[in-house]
Structures are given as C-alpha cells and as structure tokens.
C-alpha cells in the first residue's frame, strides 16, 4: 500500500484512518485538500474513468455528467439502520441493527473492499468554520464522484485539518461502492460512536455523508442530547423594501418544494421585496443568548431536484447551475447540453437518456431520472444571504411545515401555539416522491420531514421539540402550509413557486403581530382581503377552495394521525395526544351544533 504522507498531526484521525485502511485494503491513500488543482485532477480522473462526461464547456463551463448505475438512483430507507445498543434507542420509526451485529456485517463487505483502488480521505465541515455551532467530519471513500460532490456540499480539505487541530471529536465515515449490489447494500448510522458505514450504493443521500447521514441522523441524536435542533428545513431572510429582514425556516419532505421557496423570486406585485437564500435543505438552530432561535445552514451547495426546474418556476437554480455543477442522471442534447421533463423550451428532438441510451419524444420513459439531481455551489446562487457563511447562524421568527396534499390542508394555517404547532409538525402528512426508493404518491405521516432522517426514537423527538419552548424567551410562530392542494381534475388550485411569496408575506406579517387572521378550530388563516392576490390572475373560487378548511376532511384526518400516533407506542408525549383529541372533539361539536 502507497500512503501519501499524512497532512495531519492529529493521532486520532492517523490512527483511525490506518485501521480502516487495514480493513479496506486500498492500493493508496490520498488526502483531499480541497484545492482547485486537486478538483482539476480529480475531475480528468473521473473524465478518463468514465465515471464523468465533460458537458459542453461553452454553455456549462466546469459542468459535468454523471450517471448512476439504474439500481442506484435514490435513498433507500428500507436499507438504512439505526444502530443503537437498544432498539428503543432507534424506536419505531427506524430500521435498527444492534452495532455489534452491523459492525460484523459490514466489516465482512468492506474487508478488502478496496484493493485495487484509491482511498480518498475527505476532512470535512458542516457549518461555516469554526462556528461553535458547525461540526467535523471525515469520509473515506472510493469514490471519486463522492470526492467532487463532497467538495461542493461542504467546506472540506485544509480548513477542516485545521478547524479539527488535535481534537478527537469527528464523525468517523466509511464509505465504499463495493460492485453497487442492492444485496449488498447498507446505510448505517452508529449515533453513540459518532460513526457511519455505507456499503454499496453511490447515490447522494446514501454516500455524501456529512448530508442526511451526518447533518441529520447523527445530528439529531447530538442535538437531542447537546440541546439544539437539527432539522430538514431551508432557510430564507425576507427583506421588505424598507430594508426590514425576516428569517423563517421551512420543513417539507423531499421532493416538496425546500429547494424552489428558498429560491423563490417575488411576483411583479411585491416590488421591492427580496428573497435571500441561507440553506435550501438542512438547518441547524440553537437557542442565542437573547432566548431566540438562531439557525445555520450545515452545507456549502445544493443537491437538488432537476426536473421541472426551469427559468419560469427557479430562475435563480438555472443561474447557480449554469457553471461548476454536477448533474447526475438527466438527459443530454447532442450538443452537450442537459435536459430534463419540465426545462424551458420545446422538447429536444433527439436526447441521449439518463440511461445513455437515445430517446426522441415519442419515447414512453421519461428521459432525465425523476429523481435527477443537480450539485452546485452555493456561492453560484444570485440570491445567497449574506449571512450563510455567519457562524452565530440567523434569528429565525418564523417556522413552516409543508406537504404534498391533494386536500384538507389549506394553503395557509398558523397554529395556535408552540404546542400546536409542533403537534402540526408530529402529524405532518405527505405524498412520497422520487427522492426515495419505493411507491411514489401515497399519503404517508412524515413528521417534520423528518422520517427517514431522524436519528433516534421518534416519540423523543416530539419531547425535544416541545422542550425547546422553554429555552426560548421569543419563540417562532408556526405556520402550515399546502402548495399541493387539488381541484376535482386533478389540477393544482395554487399556482405555487413564485406566487407563495403572498403567503410568505402574511407569514411574515403574523410573525410580527401586524396583520389579522380569521380563527379556525385548527389555527389561523388569513381574513378576506389580507392575503395579497392583487396581479394574479386566478379565479376567487380556486383560492377558496385552496383555503378551505372542511370539517368532514379533518375529522378524517386527525382520526388517520391518531392511528399514527398509536403506532409509535408509549413515547409519543401525552400532551400530544391530547391536542389530537381536543381538536377532534372540537369538531365533532361543532358538527353536533350544526346539525341541530
Ligand atoms: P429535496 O432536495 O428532495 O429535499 O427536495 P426539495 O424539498 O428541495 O424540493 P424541490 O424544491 O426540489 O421541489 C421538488 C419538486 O416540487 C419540483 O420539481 C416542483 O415540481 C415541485 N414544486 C416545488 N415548489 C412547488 C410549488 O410551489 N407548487 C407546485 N405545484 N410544485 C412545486
Ligand atoms: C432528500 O431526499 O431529501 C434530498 C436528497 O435532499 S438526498 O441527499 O439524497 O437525501
Ligand atoms: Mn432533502
């Protein structure tokens, strides 16, 4: 084995990355630096491996095309572990394995797994450096496509070296391809070890581990022990056109809109108002010293949805994706541009498909994967904060939670309390998508958008998350929303993307106790008249049923979240399930009083 010299002196580190190269077996190690003449190398190694296709350097300078094997296009929660000492620990929400079972498992597929082949040592941050909220870590991986996403998704190499010093507080990643058999593939996490293993996959949310791994698995055990919050949430400043600067924080399931909102470029009618993105997928927020929650984006790019992007629904993502971007598994032109179902413009007449096979419109298989991706900068971004790279994070004064529902959740509700709104959030529903393996359009419960990425018991989670009220002096208010909803066609009732910025604007308002509401049994929605819909041309009808609130569907509904909550067990907080039953028996006297 050739081991380039080591550019640390921590022993910890040197120790730990022998021992897994004793286990691997790989024919050399490199440390990553996080250079541009380390990215220039690696992007021609991976360029003559094949593993990367130059894409036309005119149009996309320093973008490039990666695909997948077809097996491997997705996160797959059915693979990923939980391994705590207890199954409790992981609680009903998680695959678990105990450690010692998982260690011997997957020690036996990463003996040897790496002969023949390069071990890179990623050292890594997430979080802007030396922020006493931003944590370390180090990937070693034989991937070389995981090295150059890495360097885009986080602040890696020398500055993490240095950020780490003699510490041995790091989480420890091993990460190896193997031959990308779904048999032999698995996710796992070991919170109390601080460690994560995958084995067989080289997707994303399965191998970036400092992502959904790190900045949410383990990050969400360490915030319910260190007291803090690690959520799925994006994170976007608000500015008025009188300078005044609102920061809210957003959790929808993946492949539900994160990515497009913290984008979001204001319609004609709200001249003046500005949209500045913190983070488009993870934050994490702590309480400051003046009692409010102040949250920090963990990444540095954004892994993001590429089909139905366009300059109409994200202008701002065709721009951060227009240089030094990865894409993995869209279509190309034949001139070396990507494509995808939804881009702007008319469908290419002949394609070569995620699959690298040719495709014309007349093919029946979509042509870019739907879960296709996009990796880039964040420093690319028209509209990055300022503040994104602020180690004391930004004070966030509002907190949304959203789904994929064809109805019963209106466009807009702002729940009662703290207690409310985290009930919202436990209770949180959602249609599955692409982003994960498995049937795509159920209503599945997804609390917080956190069920595939909550790291320890689910019911303890709740606890946490009503804990943190009495940390804050100033809590956020918390807010529902529902892009989603449909009409009896089938068609969407809200036009979305852009056009949320009305709702953002009385969310915003309700933060800051200056515009009405129309109390519901459920929460607040805006009276007549205070959601601003001056330029937009849709019918009343449609906003009306957009904003419903029907007694018949949330009887339905909190009878489908009571049966959640019976399937998490004994852990669920007994206030929450009380809130369950107040609001149910609110409806049903309502019903009773109507009907009399
Ligand atoms: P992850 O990266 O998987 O966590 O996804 P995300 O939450 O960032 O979702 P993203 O913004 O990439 O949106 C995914 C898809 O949702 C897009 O391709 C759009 O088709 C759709 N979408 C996003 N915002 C809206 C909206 O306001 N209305 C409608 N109808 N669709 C939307
Ligand atoms: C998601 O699925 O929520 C994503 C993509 O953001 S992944 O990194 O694969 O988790
Ligand atoms: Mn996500």
Known sequence: MITAESPTKNVHLESWVAEMARLTKPDRIVWCDGSAEEAAR?????????????????KLPGCHLHRSNPNDVARVENLTFICTPTKEEAGPTNNWMPPKDAYDKLGKLFDG????????????????????????????????????????????????????????????????????????????????DNTIWSVGSGYGGNVLLGKKCLALRIGSYLGKKEGWLAEHMLILGVESPEGEMTYVAAAFPSACGKTNFAMMIPPKRFKGWKIWTVGDDIAWMRVGEDGRLYAINPEAGYFGVAPGTSNDSNPNAMKTISRDTLFTNVARTPDGD?????????????????????????????????????????T????????????????ISAIVFGGRRASTIPLVMQAFNWLN???????????TTAAATGKVGVVRRDPFA??????????????????????????????????????????????????????????????????????????????????????????????DDATH???????????????????????????????????LARVDAIRAAEHH
């Open 549 to 583: 609130v029907d007694l018949a569907e949330w009887k339905a509904e909190l009878e489908s979240q009571g049966e959640f909550f019976a399937s998490l067990g004994t852990s669920v907080p007994r206030v929450l399930e009380l809130q369950r039953e107040l609001l």
């Open 42 to 58: 690696l992007t021609a190694v991976a360029t003559s491996e094949g593993i990367l296709e130059p894409l036309n350097q005119e």
């Open 338 to 378: 990507v494509w995808w179902e939804g881009k702007d413009g008319p469908t290419p007449h002949e394609l070569i498909d995620w699959q690298g096979r040719p495709w014309t419109p007349r093919s029946t298989e979509k042509a870019a994967h739907p879960n296709s991706r996009f990796t880039a900068p964040a």
């Open 421 to 431: 709104g985290v009930f919202y959030g436990a209770t949180l529903g959602s249609e």
């Open 380 to 395: 690319n971004n028209p509209c990055i904060s300022r503040f994104s790279d602020d180690p004391s994070g930004v004070p």
């Open 113 to 192: 797994s790496m002969k023949g082949k390069t071990m890179y040592v990623i050292p890594y941050v997430m979080g802007p450096i030396g922020s006493p909220m931003s944590k370390v870590g180090v990937e070693l991986t034989d991937s070389v496509y995981v090295v150059l996403n890495m360097r885009i998704m986080t602040r890696m190499g020398a500055r993490a070296l240095a950020m780490l010093g003699a510490s041995n507080d790091f989480n420890r990643g091993l990460h190896s391809v193997l031959d990308c058999n779904p048999e032999r593939r698995f996710i796992c996490h070991f919170p109390q």
């Open 450 to 543: 956190m069920l595939p990425f909550c790291g320890y018991n689910m019911g303890e989670y709740f606890a946490h998350w009503l804990g943190m009220q009495s940390r804050l002096l100033n809590p956020p208010k918390i807010f529902m929303v529902n892009w989603f909803r449909k009409d009896k066609a089938g068609k969407f009732l809200w036009p979305g993307f852009g056009e949320n910025m009305r709702v953002l604007k009385w969310i915003v308002d309700r933060a800051r106790l200056r515009v009405g509401g129309q109390e519901t049994p459920f929460g607040w929605v805006p009276k007549a008249g205070d959601l601003d819909l001056s330029g937009l041309d849709i019918h009343h009808d449609r906003v």
